[in-house]
């Protein structure tokens, strides 16, 4: 289902969104529980900007990126996308309208091994999504491909080359040459260099920064490495066990954090002044099963900020300032350490 919206809004909202997987046991297979992979995100992203969201391992942030695509669906909750003047609720889209709209929306995966066929050529690893979607074939689809090849830093000779052929970082370009081989709006990067040597990781960043310039793209970047992250977004959302606990412009969130699970990841980022000691904040506990996850709010079983009121009372998302959520009820009293000053006392002389 689409429909007319009239004036241009954020190019996506996410509303509400879960993800429940049932837990089944015994011989009758019976569901017992569900695990609460994403449990009430709300999330815009702005056309032309990179989101951030970052969170560790099983925080939900990888089903999160996959239901925006459509890998799967959501259990609730809406998911609207901007195409021109048309929005669409992609939950409710199926067939060959969610074939149409999902051409706007592709995804840069994290394993550049396992991402690609092995049996086939850069040519027809890239070309696939123009065939798929009856775009171009022959000498058209073959010079699209080799454009798109130059446009992500491979050679045009290496196009009938299969990926065994290629380096880490070049196979890595072959996934992002075939995920913007259709000129999408959105692109769901998936931990894109977390696979990739150290040495590596930056020229895919640079890359990725040039193409969202030559391309117009706009970026949900998926990682679980906030000093990744911090070089390509505008802003930056933190999940974990499934929810959202704080959302800011980067350079605030870095400078002046207001959740104490923001805190934590902050402390293992390199500082940029080396003679600045780093303390690193040693989390106690283990993540909570997002199945039985704990009463209260969801980070008091780590907090070494808790009160008696975190354990019974969960705390909202709300907006502490412009544009900065935070879930936790004293985001407005603790003095967070960040890593850089915040971009107001920046900018002071
Ligand atoms: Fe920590 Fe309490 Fe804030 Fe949760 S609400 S993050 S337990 S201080």
Known sequence: MSRENGSAGPLLEVQEVRKYFPVKEGLLQRTVRHVKAVDGVDLTIEEGETLGLVGESGCGKTTLGRMIVRVFPPTSG???????????????????????????????????????????????????PLLIHGLAKGRDLEDRVAEMMEAVGLKVEHLRRYPHSFSGGQRQRLGIARALILH????????????????????????????????????????????????????????????????????????????????????????????????????????????????????????RYREEICTEDEPELIEHEPGHYARCHFAQSLTLQGVDAPIEEAATP
Request: with cysteine; net charge negative.
């Open 78 to 128: 809406s998911i609207l996308f901007r195409e021109g003047d048309q929005q669409h609720d992609l939950t409710q889209l199926y067939g060959a309208e969610l074939k149409a709209v999902r051409r706007h929306m592709q995804m840069i995966f994290q394993d550049p091994f396992s991402s690609l066929n092995p049996r086939m050529t850069a040519l027809e690893t890239i070309g696939e």
């Open 184 to 303: 999408p709006s959105l692109v769901v990067c998936d931990e894109p260099v977390s696979a990739l040597d150290v040495s590596v990781q930056a020229q895919v960043i640079n890359l990725l920064q040039d193409l969202q310039r030559d391309m117009q793209l706009t970026y949900l970047f998926v990682a679980h490495d906030l000093s990744v992250v911090r070089h390509i977004s505008d802003r930056v959302a933190v999940m974990y066990v499934g929810k959202v606990v704080e959302v800011a412009a980067t350079g605030t969130m870095m400078g002046r954090p207001l959740h104490p699970y923001t805190e934590a990841l902050l402390s293992a980022v390199p500082r940029p002044d080396p003679h600045k000691e780093s303390q690193r904040i040693l989390m106690e506990g283990e993540i909570p099963d997002p199945s039985q996850p704990p009463p209260g709010c969801i980070f008091h079983t780590r907090c």
